[in-house]
């Protein structure tokens, strides 16, 4: 297993035994983590600034930091849910690796495919649930309980295009894998 410093360099790139039909999805998915990753980084920035200035106000100051919470959290939902794809796509997600190496090859693959058939599963139904959070929160105006009170439809937004992102991109790992071992089992078989 690998931690920050002495991680490969990885970069996201379609998987090669994407289906010809998706790989048009694949290279759209690319580019939107990529993008997706920049305001990831841009709204880090922002929650840090902003964190850091609610400390500096309230401690030299003494002044209220009542929006300086809540549009940091906002940020960091921001960050995470929308990275969550571009993560996917290196396979960046916590994994066992331990039993990786343990496993027969093609017992490995089926697990492989298992995860990802889960992890879309539940990540359709956290992005639909998710939109329809949105939904509720655009339709009826509804805010935080703070002074402040932004809308709520912001987070819950930014949560449910990043799990659509996420959902797409274990869909289009999913096909590519199971192509992938479709294509291993044809080429065992005498």
């Not at 379609?14 to 759209?28: Q, S, V």
């Not at 960046?92 to 331990?98: D, L, S, Y």
């Not at 697990?111 to 509720?136: A, N």
């Not at 274990?170 to 044809?186: D, E, H, K, P």
Request: net charge neutral; hydrophobic share 55%; charged share 10%.
């Amino acid at each position: 297993m690998s931690h920050g410093i002495d991680a490969p360099n990885v970069s996201a790139q379609i998987d090669p035994h994407t289906p010809g039909f998706l790989k048009p999805l694949a290279r759209l998915l690319l580019w939107v983590n990529q993008a997706m990753v920049l305001l990831g980084m841009l709204g880090l920035l922002a929650a840090s600034l902003v964190l850091t200035y609610s400390v500096v106000s309230r401690y030299l100051m003494q002044a209220s930091t009542d929006w300086q919470d809540e549009a940091a959290v906002f940020c960091l939902v921001g960050a995470t849910f929308l990275c969550g794809a571009f993560v996917q796509s290196m396979r960046g997600h916590v994994g066992i690796e331990a039993i990786a190496g343990l496993l027969p090859r093609s017992f490995n693959a089926f697990r492989l495919v298992m995860v990802d058939l889960l992890g879309f599963l539940f990540c359709s139904f956290f992005s639909w649930k998710s939109w329809t959070l949105f939904h509720e929160a655009w339709a009826e105006g509804q805010t935080t309980s703070s002074s402040w009170a932004p809308p709520l439809w912001i987070p819950y937004g930014l949560m449910a295009l990043g799990m659509t992102l996420l959902a797409l991109q274990l869909a289009v790992q999913l096909v590519a894998c199971l192509n992938g071992f479709r294509l291993s089992q044809t080429k065992v078989t005498p």
